[in-house]
């Protein structure tokens, strides 16, 4: 069958550290993977995109890695603060050219000051 | 304003009702899609369309029904309330040729 899964348990770090989350899926060939943050009661909100023919994307803290040989996306937050503390989704973009975008369950992060 | 905009952002409906959700994009995207949002299962595609009067299923579409007349209009209708439709429905737009999925803020719908 066909899953993304990230972990479903919070994830809890310390001010100032790296937050790594991870991104598996399985009978999935997407044409790229995205990042997207949540806050409680709002909309997704994009951050990152990463290509099937691309190892790693960074955009500020922000670091995404592809490995489509493991079906693995790495998420890093470098110096992460109490406001990076959010619901972070990720999502596959699936059929033709990508126009489905297919999400996991999302994995929240809280950062303790 | 500009963006997107969903509406009601909360409905209490009874089962067997007629409901529709309404989302409004300004920015003329040409995809528009409909997810609906329970603990334990994120985030699951209902119904997406990629231009007016093009729609399609997505994972989870029974009891739903879409309309797209128009560009910018793409309403959400359950046809038949029913208390396992209780969740938090999400409409999102993307432009023609890009990635980036731009969302509402999402509508609490509660069936009893």
């Known amino acids: 069958s066909q899953k993304i899964e990230q972990n479903s348990e919070a994830l809890n770090i310390q001010e100032g550290k790296t937050a790594t989350l991870t991104c598996n899926y399985t009978n999935y060939s997407p044409a790229y993977l995205q990042w997207y943050r949540q806050d409680p009661g709002r909309g997704p909100v994009f951050l990152l995109l990463?290509?099937?023919?691309?190892k790693e994307k960074r955009k500020e803290r922000l670091k995404v890695t592809f490995d489509t040989t493991l079906k693995q996306s790495l998420f890093h937050i470098t110096a992460s603060q109490p406001a990076d503390s959010a619901t972070y989704l990720c999502?596959?973009?699936?059929?033709?050219?990508?126009?489905?975008?297919?999400f996991g369950g999302g994995t929240r992060l809280m950062v303790k000051p | 304003d500009a963006g997107i905009t969903q509406s009601p952002r909360y409905k209490i409906t009874e089962t067997g009702r007629q409901v529709t959700l309404m989302c409004h994009q300004t920015?003329?995207?040409?995809?528009m899609f409909w997810y609906r949002q329970d603990l334990g299962h994120g985030l699951r595609l209902i119904y997406y369309s990629a231009a007016a009067d093009i729609t399609d299923k997505g994972e989870v579409s029974d009891g739903y029904v879409v309309s797209r007349s128009k560009t910018e209009n793409f309403p959400l209708t359950l046809e038949s309330a029913t208390r396992s439709q209780t969740s938090v429905y999400f409409c999102a737009s993307r432009n023609l040729g890009g990635t980036e999925a731009f969302f509402g803020q999402g509508t609490r719908l509660t069936v009893v």
């Open positions: 920015w003329s995207h040409s995809y």
């Open positions: 999502a596959l973009g699936l059929g033709n050219a990508g126009n489905m975008l297919t």
């Open positions: 990463i290509r099937e023919n691309e």
